[in-house]
């Protein structure tokens, strides 16, 4: 049997429902993080989040990996002597702002975006208020609004915003505008050929239909449950086999699946958290 040497694999995750519940807690996921980074495996977010939340959540959990903020709309990492580079991938959000008006003018149906809801309706909708509001607000290249609530008012907007040359894609909670190809699995590609490991094997793990594009790009693609089960959206990739299904929610089943689906690491005694 092949080894592969495991610094050729990228753990790629979302972390909003994947690493993360939806009270934002990763603890159940610290024991497998520590783990890839004694085995020197990068663990690079890929997330709806911006620049400088993922910032926040590097120094916490004491990363230093590159990631993908925004649904793909740049990557980021930092150089060898630690400074921050970054690439955008697509429209900046003052582009991408006037288009979600124009867009409700043709949907005729409000669209809210994240920048203008009051602190109690981003309470109550995301959980978030005072200074985590505001980094989750300052947005660089998409903007986050309130979907429409049916699925044929989804679809429309969708095709609205193909004719603008525009994508919107699908998380847990809103959705987000972004510019034409923008997609985590466009940003993975990019970040693959910046630096220099086109052959790097990825483990990719999502929980929502914005993730889709990321598991397509994975080499192992595993598809994070909440407690009711996968996403609807992505239950046809698991039934027909082109996503693995972890066997726990959140960061437990992020665990769990790192763990079993990273060559070597089953050898790790790491406790399960
Ligand atoms: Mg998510």
Same mark, same amino acid.
């Given at each position: 049997?092949?080894?592969?040497?495991? !610094? #050729?694999?990228?753990?790629?995750?979302?972390?909003?429902?994947?690493?993360?519940?939806h009270h934002?807690?990763?603890?159940a996921?610290? /024991?497998a993080i520590?783990c890839l980074?004694r085995h020197g495996?990068?663990?690079?977010?890929?997330?709806s989040?911006?620049? =400088?939340? @993922?910032?926040?959540?590097?120094?916490?959990?004491?990363?230093?990996?590159?990631?993908?903020? %925004?649904?793909?709309?740049?990557?980021?990492?930092e150089s +060898?002597t630690?400074?921050?580079? &970054?690439?955008?991938?697509?429209?900046?959000?003052?582009?991408?702002? *006037?288009?979600?008006?124009?867009? %409700?003018?043709?949907?005729?149906?409000?669209? $809210? +975006?994240?920048?203008?809801? !009051?602190?109690?309706? +981003?309470?109550?909708?995301?959980?978030?208020s005072?200074?985590?509001?505001?980094q989750?607000?300052r947005? $660089?290249?998409?903007?986050?609004f309130?979907?429409?609530?049916?699925p044929? !008012?989804?679809?429309r907007?969708?095709?609205?915003?193909?004719?603008?040359?525009?994508?919107?894609? $699908?998380?847990?909670?809103?959705? #987000?505008l972004?510019?034409?190809?923008?997609?985590k /699995?466009q940003?993975?590609q990019?970040l693959? $050929?910046?630096?220099g @490991?086109?052959?790097?094997?990825?483990?990719?793990?999502?929980?929502?239909?914005?993730?889709l594009?990321l598991?397509?790009a994975?080499?192992c693609?595993v598809?994070? *449950?909440?407690?009711d089960?996968?996403? *609807? =959206?992505?239950?046809?990739?698991?039934? =027909? /086999?082109?996503?693995?299904?972890?066997?726990?929610?959140?960061?437990k089943?992020?665990?769990a699946?790192?763990?079993?689906?990273? *060559?070597?690491?089953?050898?790790? &005694?790491?406790?399960m958290?």
């Amino acid at each position: 049997m092949t080894t592969i040497p495991q !610094s #050729h694999w990228w753990v790629v995750t979302d972390l909003d429902g994947t690493l993360m519940d939806h009270h934002y807690d990763w603890s159940a996921a610290m /024991g497998a993080i520590h783990c890839l980074q004694r085995h020197g495996i990068p663990v690079i977010p890929c997330t709806s989040k911006t620049v =400088e939340e @993922v910032l926040c959540f590097r120094e916490q959990v004491g990363l230093r990996d590159p990631f993908i903020v %925004e649904n793909g709309g740049a990557i980021y990492g930092e150089s +060898a002597t630690g400074e921050l580079w &970054h690439q955008p991938l697509g429209p900046s959000w003052s582009q991408l702002r *006037p288009q979600l008006a124009a867009l %409700e003018q043709e949907l005729g149906e409000p669209l $809210q +975006a994240l920048d203008d809801l !009051s602190d109690t309706d +981003a309470d109550r909708l995301l959980g978030l208020s005072g200074e985590a509001l505001k980094q989750a607000q300052r947005r $660089q290249c998409s903007v986050p609004f309130v979907p429409p609530t049916t699925p044929g !008012s989804r679809q429309r907007l969708q095709l609205l915003a193909e004719t603008r040359q525009l994508g919107v894609v $699908q998380g847990n909670r809103l959705g #987000h505008l972004l510019g034409g190809g923008v997609s985590k /699995g466009q940003a993975l590609q990019t970040l693959k $050929q910046r630096l220099g @490991v086109p052959g790097v094997k990825v483990l990719a793990l999502g929980d929502s239909p914005n993730d889709l594009p990321l598991l397509e790009a994975g080499d192992c693609a595993v598809v994070v *449950p909440g407690p009711d089960g996968p996403h *609807p =959206e992505l239950q046809a990739g698991v039934a =027909e /086999g082109r996503y693995r299904l972890a066997p726990a929610p959140h960061g437990k089943g992020w665990s769990a699946a790192v763990l079993r689906w990273i *060559p070597g690491l089953q050898y790790d &005694h790491t406790p399960m958290v």
